[in-house]
C-alpha cells in the first residue's frame, strides 16, 4: 500500500513570499501524483496533476515537480486567496485507487 | 458547463442507512468516472472508491469496504454512494468527482479529479 506524507503539516507565510510545499511516497509513483487546493467550505481544486501539469484555469505561479517518491508544489509568490490546505494524491492504474496526503495548510503569518 | 449537484444534508441515528446522490450534467456520464470522498470535521480528504458509469465496475479503499456501496442510473446522469449501519464516525461531509480517463493502447485509466460536487453532510447522531 502506498502511503504519502506531506510536509510541513503548516506553513505560515506572508503575502509574496514563495511556498514549497513537499510530498512524499513510501515507494514509487512514477509521476501519477496530483495536488488539490481546497478552501473552508469548499470542495477541492485540482491545482496540478501528473505531477508538473498545471491543470485548466490555473495560474502560472503554481508549478509542481518531481517524480518517483518525492514531489513538491511551489506558489512563486502568494496571493491572498491561496492561503489555503493543500493536498497530494497519487493514483495507480489498476485496481484503480487514489489515496490522498495528509495535507499541508498555508495560513498567513 | 460541467456540474456535479448533490443532495442535501442528511442527520441519521445511529445504525440506519443513508444514500447519497451526485447528478451530472453538462458532459456524458458515461465517459468519466466517480469518485466519492469522505471529509470527517476538521479532517482531511480519504478517498472512498470509484466507479465506471458505463460499466458499473466499483472499488473501494480497504477502510471503505463492506458498509459502502457505489451505485448508478444512467438514465438519469446520476451516482449515489449508499453507507449502511452508520456510526459517529461516520458524521462527515461526504463529495462526488468526476475523474478523468487516460485512455492508451487500447486500455483506458481512471486519472485525476477535475470536478467536485459541493459536497453533502451526513450527521449520525441520536
Known amino acids: 500500500e502506498i502511503v504519502l506524507t506531506q510536509s510541513p503539516a503548516t506553513l505560515s507565510l506572508s503575502p509574496g513570499e514563495r511556498a514549497t510545499l513537499s510530498c512524499r511516497a513510501n515507494?514509487?509513483?512514477?509521476?501519477?501524483l496530483a495536488w488539490y487546493q481546497q478552501k473552508p467550505g469548499q470542495a477541492p481544486r485540482l491545482l496540478i496533476y501528473?505531477?508538473?501539469t498545471r491543470a485548466t484555469g490555473i495560474p502560472a505561479r503554481f508549478s509542481g515537480s518531481g517524480s518517483g517518491t518525492d514531489f513538491t508544489l511551489s506558489i512563486s509568490s502568494l496571493e491572498p486567496e491561496d492561503f489555503a490546505v493543500y493536498y497530494c494524491?497519487?493514483?495507480?492504474?489498476?485496481?484503480?485507487?487514489?489515496?490522498f496526503g495528509p495535507g499541508t495548510k498555508v495560513d498567513i503569518k | 458547463q460541467v456540474q456535479l449537484v448533490q443532495s442535501g444534508a442528511e442527520v441519521k441515528k445511529p445504525g440506519a442507512s443513508v444514500k447519497v446522490s451526485c447528478k451530472a450534467s453538462?458532459?456524458?456520464?458515461?465517459?468519466?468516472?466517480i469518485n466519492w470522498v469522505r471529509q470527517a470535521p476538521g479532517q482531511g480528504l480519504e478517498w472512498m472508491g470509484w466507479?465506471?458509469?458505463?460499466?458499473?465496475?466499483?472499488n473501494y479503499a480497504q477502510k471503505f469496504q463492506g458498509r459502502f456501496t457505489i451505485t448508478r442510473n444512467t438514465s438519469i446522469t446520476t451516482a449515489y454512494m449508499e453507507m449502511s449501519s452508520l456510526g459517529s464516525e461516520d458524521t462527515a461531509v461526504y463529495y462526488c468527482?468526476?475523474?478523468?480517463?487516460?485512455?492508451?493502447?487500447?486500455?483506458?485509466?481512471?486519472?485525476?479529479?477535475?470536478?467536485w460536487g459541493q459536497g453533502t453532510l451526513v450527521t449520525a447522531s441520536s
Open positions: 501528473d505531477a508538473v
Open positions: 468527482a468526476r475523474g478523468q480517463r487516460f485512455c492508451t493502447g487500447g486500455n483506458c485509466y481512471s486519472t485525476w479529479f477535475d470536478y
Open positions: 515507494e514509487s509513483v512514477g509521476s501519477y
Open positions: 453538462g458532459y456524458t456520464f458515461t465517459n468519466y468516472d
Open positions: 466507479m465506471n458509469p458505463n460499466s458499473g465496475n466499483t
Open positions: 494524491q497519487q493514483r495507480s492504474n489498476w485496481p484503480p485507487v487514489f489515496p
